[in-house]
């Protein structure tokens, strides 16, 4: 594990009502070893330099709250709240996020999404480092030439967030900023959400990282 960067808090958005496959929860989904997604996710995540993560959790989804304590025990660097008005849309979880930045006072916040399983954890460790080093107010993976989850906000930009409203995360602010946005390439396959019956199938059939 490196060494955890003082004053950074990573969140994992996992308080999204799946309504995309059915009856299957998708954090729920196995891949081929039967590692839940939220796990292998999570599992990432907690690897990287974040001095803390947050799991943010919808309410009355038990199996999913219980997830987090098949870990191993990281002690007090690992977390999780219920998102109360998840039913909201994306923007609850992100307030709930950054609501808890502020508390803990973070200079900076790295939002990752439960269903992007393969973000691998040397990728997190770049998009810290690069906003740490560089103190930029936003530093974003390279999707399809365009900013993409995961990405690290700075502090002075929590009040913009603590505005977006609705079922959408903080894509507006990313463009407004524009090329105010660093970017780190990554490979698209990494950067992949699973969240159709379809895409489940696929993770189904994918073997745990090696290590």
Known sequence: MV????????????????????????????????????VRTLHNTLQSAAAHVLVLLPPNRPELAALPLALPDYGTRLSTQTVADAQKGLSASLHTGVRAALAMQARSLLVCLGDMPLVPTHLLNALLYEQHTTQARVVAAQRHNKPGNP?????????????????????????????????????????????????????????????
């Open 151 to 211: 990405v690290v906000w700075s502090s002075r930009l929590f009040t913009a967030l603590l505005g977006v409203t609705g079922d959408q995360g903080g894509r507006q602010i990313l463009r407004d900023l524009g090329s105010d946005v660093r970017l780190l390439p990554a490979p698209a396959t990494l950067l992949e959400d699973f969240d159709t019956p379809d895409r489940l199938a696929a993770f189904a059939r994918m073997a745990p990282p090696p290590g």
């Open 3 to 38: 060494t955890e960067l003082a004053g950074t808090l990573a969140i994992v958005l996992a308080a999204g009502q799946s309504s995309r496959t059915g009856a299957q929860h998708k954090l729920l989904a196995p891949d081929a070893s039967g590692c839940p997604m939220l």
